[in-house]
Each structure stands twice: as C-alpha cells, then as structure tokens.
C-alpha cells in the first residue's frame, strides 16, 4: 500500500468552476501535511500547509481529517492558471516527506 | 526569501564523464536535499544533509556522490551514470530536518 494516495485525475473543468480533491494517508503517527503545485518541467512550489482546523488562503481551503487520515484541498473560482499538478505531502518524520503521485488539474476558457 | 538556486539548468553527459550538480540557498536553512524526478512521478530522496553531515543516504548507488561544503552550498557529483539516471534532480532545504521544505528549479540531466 503506498503511503500517500491521490486520485490523478485529471480534473477537468471550466473557469470560475470549483474542484476539489483528496488525498489519503497510511502513517497514523505522521505530523505535517502540505499541498505542493508542481508545473510541467518545475520544480515542486509550496502552495500551503494543512493544519487540523483546516485552513484558507485566498481561493484554496484545505482540511485535515487525522481520525480518516485524508487530506482535501478545495479550489474555487478556478483560473486557467491553475492548471497544474497538486502535489499531496506528508511529513512522516523528521526528514522524510512522503509524496502523492499527483492529481492534474486542467482548467479550461 | 524564499530562493533555492541550482545550476546548471540542463546537462547532458555521456556515461563515462564526470560532471558536478550545484545548489546554493541563502537563507539560514541547515537541512539540504537531494531528490530525483522521472517525468509523470513524485520526487524520490536521495541524500539529506543536516548541519553540514550526511545524515541520511536512501541506498542511492556510488555513481552519485553529494558533498556539502558548507552551510549554503550542496553539490552533487556524477560519475559513470547510465541512460536511466536521465531526470530532473531537485535540490530542496528547510530551516531544519522537520521543517517546511523549499525546492530549487531543478537540473534536468540527459545521460547519452
């Protein structure tokens, strides 16, 4: 079973839609989670950390369910610019981060 | 600041050349990384440095060889590498081991 799983996608959807997707975790002791975006042929950028009571930053929400072990982040009022590839992160221990494969996110005019 | 510099952007050597990857960061981080990407997957670690001292080495074959010269500088040398190590090689830092991790641009390699 891989330690983190996504859904990859792609999600494809209009401008000013909102998507949402999950991720599921297996280590029950891991400590941080984070949602990274990564574009073709970049490097993976920090788009947020994900705290238990769940937190905003502008257009994206994300939540933390430890009790199911998912992670969720939430994009409304979709941009093309945010197409790109959303990268689930977990910080198993103190050096180790476990990444999700990805979910594509496709969003068209 | 949140800047991890690497260099050079692309490479492309032949399997009996030696050539050297480096990354530079500027902002007091004393954990450095080094992580492989294949096209379509997730970054896989490779080293982890922590104050200077390998701390952590994910079973990657001596073909690769980090070297962290001092705080701000990570460098990896490459040496009789195969057409499969071809990837985008991701340095990474944080403040310490456990802290939020911040990735360099990347050094896409194509070994011939």
């Known amino acids: 079973r891989k330690e983190v799983e996504q859904d990859p996608g792609p999600f494809n959807v209009p401008e000013g839609a909102t998507v949402a997707f999950n991720c599921t975790y297996s280590n029950s002791a891991s400590q941080s989670f984070f949602w990274y975006r990564q574009d073709c042929r970049k490097e993976p950028k920090l788009l947020m950390s994900v705290y238990s009571s769940g937190n905003e930053d502008g257009r994206f929400t994300a939540q933390l369910n430890r009790a199911s072990q998912y992670i969720s982040l939430l994009i409304r009022d979709s941009k093309l610019s945010d197409s790109a590839t959303y990268l689930c992160v977990v910080h198993d221990n103190d050096y180790k981060l476990s990444f999700g494969a990805g979910t594509t996110v496709t969003v068209r005019a | 600041d949140t800047e991890v510099t690497q260099t050079p952007k692309h490479l492309v050597m032949g399997m009996t050349n030696k050539k050297s990857l480096k990354c530079e960061q500027h902002m007091g981080h004393r954990a450095m990384y080094w992580y492989k990407q294949k096209a379509k997957k997730p970054p896989e670690l490779m080293f982890v440095y922590s104050y200077e001292k390998l701390s952590i080495n994910e079973s990657v074959p001596s073909r690769f060889s980090p070297e962290c010269p001092n705080s701000s500088l990570l460098n990896l040398h490459l040496h009789a590498l195969q057409p499969e190590d071809s990837a985008l090689y991701l340095c990474?830092?944080?403040?310490?081991?456990?802290?939020?991790?911040?990735f360099g641009p990347g050094t896409r390699l194509t070994v011939l």
């Open positions: 990474a830092s944080s403040l310490q081991q456990q802290d939020t991790q911040y």
